[in-house]
């Protein structure tokens, strides 16, 4: 019975995404390369710090106008991922009359910190938000060879998500 104990806890460990990773930055675990963009930093100020229990968050508001966001998450641990971009599904008014959009969506590709991720349109705009754009959790690389898991998400246009995905840097 005790030889199937540990073989259970390390597949339950596996399923839960347990990490080993001690703590170690004032962001994340010090084995967590940090990815920001200082380009917005520049632009809009210091991006709002949130530390998590695998990693950090950072989020850029721009001051002039809060429906232009840029979050990004970095964790040491696995993200969700997709397949295949989901329909873009919602509520549109289009020359004053509301159409239901239910459209398929191709995934589009970007450089990150000179590496490939891929993207989608993941809601329409609302009254209380604009169009949200989203990368799928993925491994990116410092330039030492650290691995941290990353999520990228814009509140903004397709043309903001392209530019502020190529603005991306790890620090130093």
Not at 48 to 68: F, H, R, V, W
């Amino acid at each position: 019975m005790n030889g199937r104990v540990i073989p259970l806890v390390s597949f339950l460990c596996l399923l839960t995404h347990c990490s080993s990773t001690p703590p170690g930055s004032s962001l994340g675990p010090s084995t967590l390369p940090i990815l920001s963009n200082p380009t917005r930093a520049n632009a809009w100020g210091a991006p709002k710090k949130t530390k998590t229990s695998d990693g950090y968050i950072l989020l850029y508001i721009n001051p002039a106008n809060n429906k232009e966001k840029l979050t990004i998450t970095g964790s040491s641990e696995l993200m969700f991922f997709l397949l295949y971009p989901p329909h873009l599904r919602g509520t549109l008014i289009i020359n004053g009359k509301t159409a239901q959009i239910d459209e398929a969506q191709l995934w589009k590709k970007a450089l990150v910190a000179e590496q490939t991720v891929k993207w989608y349109h993941a809601h329409l705009p609302s009254t209380h938000y604009g169009s949200i754009f989203r990368t799928l959790g993925t491994e990116l690389k410092d330039s030492s060879g650290k691995i941290g898991q990353y999520r990228i998400e814009v509140e903004g246009t397709k043309n903001q998500m392209r530019n502020w995905l190529s603005e991306l840097r790890f620090g130093k």
